[in-house]
């Protein structure tokens, strides 16, 4: 039993803390609420303040137990001493008997199902992959590192942060339970906008409606964090309207915080802000109270912004690369990213109602089917209530359609039902009959039978997984295949090893450091080195030489002057520099540089058939490659090596003078093929153990991992181990790099 005491240990200490402090500011504020709906916003603003003494904590590197059970300790303290001088306001009116009793028993029937699946050992994708191998990591190293390797670390982390001290008592499970919390809080905080505004009906239906949906229950009981936008959201929403009533500066305080808050939990929740600030700029024509709500918002926005610039030179990494350029993300990534999560695999957008409310198989879970009655919400414009919310709705549904899975439309979704639970308060029957067709139709058992067999939902009830009495590993064995992997190398290789993936593992149960291909610029541009030890298009297959009368030079630079072939990206093995028959050989004052990527610039002079420089974008006019000799020396010849787009693109050759002037050099241009071996893995090994790679980890299935798996001791590499599909090699040797002046040919051994 003492593992599931330290997960509701963790859990709870992070909640009541939260609790604790967010019940102190508002009473300190002396905001005028309900004893109900003060206690979900008590939660959800204590978790703002206590993100941000978080994010203070890790910075310093102090993240340690004994550090947050003072901060739980004296928080618990105050809020006990400031309740015993307040008086709450009067609770609300009663609620309607058979409304009341319907609310509880759904409440109570999903709540057994999201309490156990919340405690039992965490499987989610998302969760185990980067959500909590970062609060991991930061667990081990007390505070904050940098995770270069992995372009979700660079996002903002106010919910991981929370979860960062659940976890360090309750490990997995106890930040699960920390955002089911949110969940509750959320489904308080509608029932209670419902009755402050006179419809408590419709906030009982609405409640209900938002607790039972599929994706919000499986959603809310992992440690993903969309859940604990959404209460964010509409805690903003609910300060704002408070605010609107009351006038009181505490509330546009608070309301401020909150929409900061919003964006250090996601980005996209950045809205908040706006939100709050034109709402009050429209009520009171006044800029004094913006000025206010904008200022205490970038008490928590400025500290990632700043995690940002000092660490991936982008205040919103690892977006709008293009605007800040960095060695992080490459800017086709961004671009291909953005494209794909813009329409995943539905042939139009056209399929996005019944995809994401009934079958939910390709856009990741399913909403429940009654939210297909979404638009009959719009009749509820014809109330003042009913125009405020479907305004918060309509804004915070923006970011969707840049991401259009399902789960990313959790943030608004208790708009949509507090919208459409309005428009039917007056036809109860109709409106009891959707609550509890949803109800019905959203248990596990029944959702079964009418959505995907892949749509993301819960099961059966977990209690014994909750309480250990099936162990984690087994209950990780078959619901999380991919467990193996990490424990493979936990068990198969030593502490500080880096594995490079060409896909994403359960990082959150291994300490290891985990380099997937697609997560980061680095990882790229090995995935690049792998792929050139067998694959042609990634191999030198053309030189294009340019030769001209003897010039006395101190720079030499390639430009392109045109667009180049729709699509693709210039790639350049080798840059050669010639003086009569003779290379050039690289020399220490050379100074390389490029634009775009400057920082991968060596690459396309260090004499490896295996490595490449590329703008990691299409064709632009202006783009260059140059090479500053440090001096001034007399060359003839420039070759430039690349793949098999050599004539795919117009390069003009400037040279720098001694008069330090650039000029065109006016050269023949000759583009004649290469032929390098079909083989080169132990010279790809080589360049990625140099760069810090100890380990290689291939599923059968991925691009070449069957000519490793073919004959592994020609590559330089020697089976670990092999789990769930996947074989797991140590990297031996390789061939040394090439001096300056020899071919780059390598054959197969």
Known sequence: MLVPLSILFGALLTVVTAFAIGRTILRRTCVELYRGEEDALAFVLGSAVLSGLVFAISALGIARRGVFLAIAAAAILVAVRRGAHRNVRPRFKPLPRFWRNLFFAGFTVFT?????????????????S???????????????????????????????????????????????????????????????????????????????????????????????IDV????????????????????????????????????????????????????????????????????????????WVIKDVVWAGNPVAPMFNRWFPNPWVHISFEHGWTQSLALYDLPSRIAIPMEAAVRGGKLGGLLGPIFLLIPLGLFALRIQEGRRILAAAALFTLPY????????????????????????????????????????????????????GSAWRLGRVPAKQALRIESEQSWLGRKQPDYAIARLFEEKTPAGSRILAMNGTPEAYTNRTVLVRFQSGEGETMGDIFF???????????????????????????????????????????FRVYQGRSELARRPEWRLTAQPNPWEAQLAFDNSPVT?????????????????????????????????????????????TADGKWTTLDPQRDISPLDPSPFMGKAAMRELKQRGIDYLFLRDTDFGAAD???NPEAWGLSLAGQASGGRLYRIDAGYPRLETGEHAILSRP
């Open 112 to 128: 057994v199902l999201y309490f156990f699946s919340a405690m039992a050992p965490e499987f989610s994708p998302d969760g185990v």
């Open 130 to 224: 980067y959500h909590l191998s970062f609060v991991a990591r930061y667990a081990r190293e007390h505070g904050f590192v940098r995770i270069p390797w992995n372009l979700y670390a660079q996002l903002s982390q106010g919910i991981e942060l929370l979860y960062l001290m659940a976890f360090l008592f309750g490990k997995h499970s106890a930040a699960a339970l920390v955002h089911y919390s949110f969940l509750l809080a959320l489904v308080l905080a509608v029932v209670s906008y419902g009755r402050r505004i006179g419809y408590p009906v419709a906030g009982l239906a609405a409640g209900l409606l938002v607790y039972a949906s599929p994706v919000v229950g499986i959603d809310g009981t992992s440690a993903y």
């Open 228 to 303: 604990a936008v959404a209460c964010i959201l509409f805690a903003v929403f609910y300060f704002v309207q408070l605010w609107d009533a009351q006038r009181s500066t505490g509330l546009l305080m608070i309301a401020g915080l909150l929409a900061g808050f919003a964006y250090a939990a996601k980005y996209t929740a950045i809205l908040a802000l706006p939100y709050a600030a034109v709402y009050v700029f429209w009520r009171t024509r006044k800029i004094v109270p913006v000025a206010l709500v904008t200022a205490c918002a970038l008490v928590l926005i400025a500290p």
């Open 401 to 452: 359609f840049a991401n259009i899975g399902t789960r990313f439309l959790i943030p608004a979704l208790p708009f949509y039902a507090l919208s459409l639970a309005l428009v039917l308060t007056e036809m109860r029957l109709i409106l009891a009959t959707v609550v509890i067709a949803h109800c019905i139709l959203s248990w596990p058992s029944v959702a079964r039978t009418y959505a995907s």
């Open 532 to 574: 050139a030890a067998f694959a042609p298009d990634f191999q030198p297959r053309c030189a294009e030489r340019f030769q001209f009368a003897p010039r006395e030079v101190r720079k030499i630079r390639a430009v392109e002057t045109g667009p180049g072939v729709a699509g693709l990206h210039w790639s350049i093995h080798e």
């Open 612 to 656: 490449r420089w590329q703008s990691w974008q299409p064709f632009e006019p202006g783009m260059f490659v140059e090479v500053d000799f440090g001096r001034l020396r007399t060359i003839d010849a420039v070759q430039l090596e690349g793949p098999t787009d050599c004539s795919a693109h117009s390069l003009r050759l400037d040279g720098l």
């Open 708 to 710: 490793v798996i073919e």
